[in-house]
Protein backbone atom coordinates (compact mmCIF):
# COMPACT_ATOMS: atom_id res chain seq x y z
CA UNK A 1 0.00 0.00 0.00
CA UNK A 2 1.60 3.44 -1.26
CA UNK A 3 1.72 6.09 1.64
CA UNK A 4 2.00 9.07 1.47
CA UNK A 5 2.19 11.36 4.55
CA UNK A 6 1.53 15.15 5.27
CA UNK A 7 2.60 17.62 7.83
CA UNK A 8 1.37 19.95 9.28
CA UNK A 9 -2.30 18.40 9.44
CA UNK A 10 -3.47 21.69 10.71
CA UNK A 11 -2.62 25.04 10.46
CA UNK A 12 -3.78 28.57 11.39
CA UNK A 13 -1.83 31.63 10.39
CA UNK A 14 -2.57 35.23 9.46
CA UNK A 15 -2.56 37.11 6.48
CA UNK A 16 1.02 37.90 4.99
CA UNK A 17 2.19 34.96 6.77
CA UNK A 18 4.58 32.26 5.55
CA UNK A 19 3.95 28.39 4.98
CA UNK A 20 5.19 25.31 4.37
CA UNK A 21 3.32 22.13 3.87
CA UNK A 22 5.43 19.07 3.18
CA UNK A 23 4.47 15.53 1.70
CA UNK A 24 6.89 12.44 1.87
CA UNK A 25 6.31 9.58 -0.55
CA UNK A 26 7.93 6.37 0.35
CA UNK A 27 7.32 4.34 -2.49
CA UNK A 28 9.55 5.49 -4.89
CA UNK A 29 6.80 6.91 -7.07
CA UNK A 30 8.32 9.53 -9.54
CA UNK A 31 5.09 11.65 -9.57
CA UNK A 32 3.67 14.14 -7.04
CA UNK A 33 0.80 16.68 -6.86
CA UNK A 34 -0.29 19.27 -4.58
CA UNK A 35 -4.29 20.01 -5.13
CA UNK A 36 -6.04 22.26 -2.98
CA UNK A 37 -10.17 21.21 -2.49
CA UNK A 38 -12.86 24.25 -1.79
CA UNK A 39 -16.80 23.47 -1.69
CA UNK A 40 -17.70 24.59 -5.11
CA UNK A 41 -14.72 23.74 -7.32
CA UNK A 42 -14.00 20.19 -5.77
CA UNK A 43 -9.74 19.66 -6.06
CA UNK A 44 -7.68 21.43 -7.81
CA UNK A 45 -4.02 20.81 -9.21
CA UNK A 46 -2.07 23.66 -7.93
CA UNK A 47 1.81 22.14 -8.73
CA UNK A 48 3.03 18.65 -9.84
CA UNK A 49 6.82 16.96 -10.16
CA UNK A 50 7.95 14.37 -12.21
CA UNK A 51 11.09 14.02 -10.14
CA UNK A 52 13.73 15.39 -7.85
CA UNK A 53 14.28 19.00 -9.00
CA UNK A 54 11.62 19.29 -11.68
CA UNK A 55 8.40 21.33 -11.39
CA UNK A 56 5.17 21.66 -13.23
CA UNK A 57 2.82 24.25 -13.29
CA UNK A 58 -1.19 23.28 -12.42
CA UNK A 59 -3.88 24.87 -12.89
CA UNK A 60 -4.15 27.00 -10.14
CA UNK A 61 -0.56 28.27 -8.94
CA UNK A 62 -1.00 31.95 -8.86
CA UNK A 63 0.63 32.34 -5.06
CA UNK A 64 2.14 29.04 -4.45
CA UNK A 65 5.53 27.95 -5.12
CA UNK A 66 6.84 24.63 -4.69
CA UNK A 67 10.07 22.36 -4.34
CA UNK A 68 11.04 19.07 -5.27
CA UNK A 69 14.24 18.23 -2.85
CA UNK A 70 14.37 14.53 -3.29
CA UNK A 71 12.33 11.82 -5.14
CA UNK A 72 10.61 11.46 -1.62
CA UNK A 73 10.14 14.94 -0.56
CA UNK A 74 7.25 17.73 -2.26
CA UNK A 75 6.88 20.86 -0.26
CA UNK A 76 4.08 23.48 -1.19
CA UNK A 77 5.23 27.28 0.05
CA UNK A 78 3.18 29.93 0.87
CA UNK A 79 5.20 33.54 1.27
CA UNK A 80 2.46 35.70 1.65
CA UNK A 81 -0.76 33.81 3.14
CA UNK A 82 -3.81 35.44 2.09
CA UNK A 83 -7.39 34.52 3.44
CA UNK A 84 -8.40 32.97 -0.17
CA UNK A 85 -5.86 31.13 0.26
CA UNK A 86 -7.80 28.97 3.16
CA UNK A 87 -7.98 25.65 2.23
CA UNK A 88 -7.55 21.44 2.73
CA UNK A 89 -4.49 20.69 0.65
CA UNK A 90 -3.91 17.26 -0.59
CA UNK A 91 -0.37 15.85 -1.98
CA UNK A 92 -1.05 12.63 -3.77
CA UNK A 93 2.10 10.42 -6.05
CA UNK A 94 1.79 8.02 -8.72
CA UNK A 95 3.93 6.61 -11.03
CA UNK A 96 2.67 4.65 -14.39
CA UNK A 97 5.69 2.50 -14.15
CA UNK A 98 5.04 1.04 -10.65
CA UNK A 99 1.14 0.85 -10.22
CA UNK A 100 -0.62 1.71 -13.64
CA UNK A 101 -1.40 5.57 -12.86
CA UNK A 102 -3.57 5.36 -9.43
CA UNK A 103 -3.45 8.23 -7.24
CA UNK A 104 -2.58 7.41 -3.92
CA UNK A 105 -3.47 10.56 -1.22
CA UNK A 106 -1.43 11.72 1.92
CA UNK A 107 -4.67 12.50 4.55
CA UNK A 108 -4.99 16.01 3.70
CA UNK A 109 -4.26 19.60 5.59
CA UNK A 110 -5.86 22.25 6.76
CA UNK A 111 -4.96 25.47 6.36
CA UNK A 112 -6.36 28.61 7.86
CA UNK A 113 -5.69 32.07 6.83
CA UNK A 114 -6.76 34.73 9.65
CA UNK B 1 -17.30 24.80 -17.94
CA UNK B 2 -16.55 21.55 -15.59
CA UNK B 3 -15.05 18.91 -17.56
CA UNK B 4 -16.26 16.65 -15.05
CA UNK B 5 -19.98 16.26 -14.53
CA UNK B 6 -21.25 14.09 -11.40
CA UNK B 7 -25.17 13.27 -10.78
CA UNK B 8 -26.71 13.21 -8.56
CA UNK B 9 -24.53 15.65 -6.40
CA UNK B 10 -26.17 14.13 -3.07
CA UNK B 11 -28.14 10.93 -2.26
CA UNK B 12 -29.82 9.38 0.78
CA UNK B 13 -30.29 6.22 1.07
CA UNK B 14 -31.95 3.88 3.81
CA UNK B 15 -29.61 1.21 4.67
CA UNK B 16 -29.58 -2.03 2.21
CA UNK B 17 -30.79 -0.04 -0.25
CA UNK B 18 -28.71 0.08 -3.93
CA UNK B 19 -27.24 3.63 -5.66
CA UNK B 20 -25.82 4.45 -9.16
CA UNK B 21 -23.62 7.15 -9.03
CA UNK B 22 -22.93 9.11 -12.59
CA UNK B 23 -19.67 10.60 -13.78
CA UNK B 24 -19.87 12.32 -17.60
CA UNK B 25 -16.69 13.98 -19.30
CA UNK B 26 -16.79 16.54 -21.98
CA UNK B 27 -13.74 15.97 -23.44
CA UNK B 28 -11.50 12.76 -24.48
CA UNK B 29 -9.89 10.93 -22.15
CA UNK B 30 -6.92 8.21 -21.04
CA UNK B 31 -8.52 6.34 -17.86
CA UNK B 32 -10.64 7.21 -14.90
CA UNK B 33 -10.30 7.01 -11.28
CA UNK B 34 -13.14 6.75 -8.38
CA UNK B 35 -12.33 8.00 -4.89
CA UNK B 36 -13.95 7.80 -1.69
CA UNK B 37 -13.84 10.67 0.94
CA UNK B 38 -14.65 10.52 4.20
CA UNK B 39 -16.29 12.43 6.32
CA UNK B 40 -13.29 14.20 8.27
CA UNK B 41 -11.62 14.57 4.77
CA UNK B 42 -8.79 11.82 3.95
CA UNK B 43 -9.55 10.38 0.27
CA UNK B 44 -9.36 6.79 -0.25
CA UNK B 45 -8.69 5.44 -3.91
CA UNK B 46 -11.66 3.04 -4.84
CA UNK B 47 -10.57 2.19 -8.84
CA UNK B 48 -8.27 2.70 -11.10
CA UNK B 49 -10.44 1.68 -13.97
CA UNK B 50 -9.73 2.83 -17.87
CA UNK B 51 -12.67 0.97 -19.47
CA UNK B 52 -14.73 -1.79 -18.57
CA UNK B 53 -15.98 -3.31 -15.58
CA UNK B 54 -14.41 -3.66 -12.05
CA UNK B 55 -15.53 -5.20 -8.92
CA UNK B 56 -14.26 -5.23 -5.53
CA UNK B 57 -16.78 -5.83 -2.76
CA UNK B 58 -20.07 -4.21 -2.91
CA UNK B 59 -18.63 -1.62 -5.28
CA UNK B 60 -18.64 -2.10 -8.91
CA UNK B 61 -17.20 0.30 -11.34
CA UNK B 62 -18.08 1.14 -15.02
CA UNK B 63 -16.33 3.10 -17.61
CA UNK B 64 -17.46 3.46 -21.38
CA UNK B 65 -14.35 5.68 -22.78
CA UNK B 66 -15.99 6.36 -26.20
CA UNK B 67 -19.59 7.25 -24.50
CA UNK B 68 -17.16 9.44 -21.84
CA UNK B 69 -18.79 8.32 -19.00
CA UNK B 70 -18.36 6.31 -16.17
CA UNK B 71 -20.70 4.41 -13.37
CA UNK B 72 -20.19 3.63 -9.16
CA UNK B 73 -22.54 0.77 -7.95
CA UNK B 74 -23.42 0.60 -4.75
CA UNK B 75 -25.24 -2.51 -3.41
CA UNK B 76 -26.89 -3.28 -0.03
CA UNK B 77 -25.54 0.32 0.90
CA UNK B 78 -24.38 0.35 5.14
CA UNK B 79 -23.86 3.29 7.23
CA UNK B 80 -20.11 2.83 6.66
CA UNK B 81 -20.69 4.32 3.18
CA UNK B 82 -21.41 7.60 4.36
CA UNK B 83 -19.01 10.16 2.56
CA UNK B 84 -18.92 12.17 -0.28
CA UNK B 85 -18.03 9.93 -3.81
CA UNK B 86 -15.31 11.85 -5.98
CA UNK B 87 -14.45 10.70 -9.98
CA UNK B 88 -11.60 12.11 -12.04
CA UNK B 89 -10.45 12.05 -15.14
CA UNK B 90 -7.03 11.85 -17.03
CA UNK B 91 -6.07 13.21 -20.40
CA UNK B 92 -4.72 12.04 -22.73
CA UNK B 93 -1.37 13.67 -21.66
CA UNK B 94 -0.72 11.66 -18.56
CA UNK B 95 0.54 12.94 -15.21
CA UNK B 96 -0.80 16.13 -15.67
CA UNK B 97 -2.16 15.51 -12.78
CA UNK B 98 -6.25 14.34 -12.91
CA UNK B 99 -9.49 16.41 -13.60
CA UNK B 100 -12.18 15.91 -10.28
CA UNK B 101 -15.43 16.25 -10.28
CA UNK B 102 -17.69 18.20 -7.76
CA UNK B 103 -18.49 14.71 -5.91
CA UNK B 104 -21.62 13.18 -5.10
CA UNK B 105 -22.23 13.11 -0.94
CA UNK B 106 -24.06 10.45 0.19
CA UNK B 107 -25.78 9.58 3.55
CA UNK B 108 -26.89 6.37 4.92
CA UNK B 109 -29.23 6.58 7.67
CA UNK B 110 -30.57 2.93 9.56
Known amino acids: EAAVTQSPRNKVTVTGGNVTLSCRQT?????MYWYRQDTGHGLRLIHY???????QIGDVPDGYKATRTTQEDFFLLLELASPSQTSLYFC?????????????FGEGSKLTVL | GQQVQQSPASLVLQEGENAELQCNFSTSLNSMQWFYQRPEGSLVSLFYNPSGTKQSGRLTSTTVIKERRSSLHISSSQITDSGTYLCAMEEDNYAQGLTFGLGTRVSVFP
Open chain 1, 49 to 55: SYGAGNL
Open chain 1, 92 to 104: ASSDPWVNTGQLY
Open chain 1, 27 to 31: NSHNY
